[in-house]
């Protein structure tokens, strides 16, 4: 099935410190998104993006966040600065479009960021 | 208006028996439902939707039911198998593309 992609599965970063997640999507798709997982919690919003705009966002995208798509590349994330309660495995999905069946979102296999 | 409750938090179920998994929602605007089971160290992946034009359906052995004027919605395991034990997530989102999770339901099958 459609793949999303994300490097690097693990990143572990001092507090403080600039960190970007990377996220390669389903090459069709043009809805993406991230999410925010605590071990065992629930798959917590952050953001969705579409033709080069954040659409909607929660609470906890914080000012620190930001996520960017230039030239079709890589989604990404970026935390600038980290703290320590941004340790968490961060999803990314896409979808191919909304409406008609085509709202299906694909994850990839998350990111494990820790913040020292 | 975006909460999405789901319950139980933790089901353990004889294998061979059926489970069920309850959520509901605020947000009115919501009309796509979809389920996604995640396994330990996985990415979520998608088991069955649906949308707000039906009631009813079934894929095998999973069954989800919505009712949008209670505005709930259920996943139904029937002959439930240890491969089915996972962590399950309901979910919610109207036209805006904004899938909102619920908390989860950690479901053990017994042997």
């Known amino acids: 099935g459609p793949k999303v992609l994300q490097i690097p599965s693990h990143q572990i970063i001092d507090m403080g410190q600039m960190v970007t997640l990377n996220c390669d999507p389903v090459?069709?798709?043009?809805?993406f998104y991230w999410y925010k997982q605590i071990l065992g919690q629930q798959m917590e919003f952050l953001v969705n993006?579409?033709?080069?705009?954040?659409m909607e966002k929660s609470k906890l995208f914080k000012d620190q966040f930001s996520v960017e798509r230039p030239d079709g590349s890589y989604f990404t994330l970026k935390i600038q600065p980290t703290a320590l309660e941004d340790s968490a495995v961060y999803f990314c999905?896409?979808?191919?479009?909304w409406g008609g069946g085509a709202e299906t979102l694909y994850f990839g296999s998350g990111t494990r960021l820790t913040v020292l | 208006g975006e909460q999405v409750e789901q319950l139980p938090s933790i089901l353990r179920v004889q294998e061979g028996s059926s489970a069920s998994i309850n959520c509901s929602y605020e947000?009115?605007?919501?009309?796509?439902f979809p389920w996604y089971k995640q396994e330990p160290g996985e990415n979520p992946k998608l088991i069955i939707d649906i949308r707000s034009n039906m009631e009813r359906k079934q894929i095998q052995e999973l069954i989800v039911l919505l009712d949008k004027k209670a505005k709930r919605f259920s996943l139904h395991i029937t002959d439930t198998q240890p491969g089915d034990s996972a962590m399950y997530f309901c979910a919610a989102a109207s036209n805006t593309n904004k899938v909102v999770f619920g908390t989860g339901t950690r479901l053990q099958v017994l042997p």
């Open positions: 090459s069709n798709h043009l809805y």
């Open positions: 999905a896409s979808s191919l479009g």
């Open positions: 947000d009115s605007a919501s009309n796509y």
């Open positions: 993006f579409y033709n080069g705009k954040v």
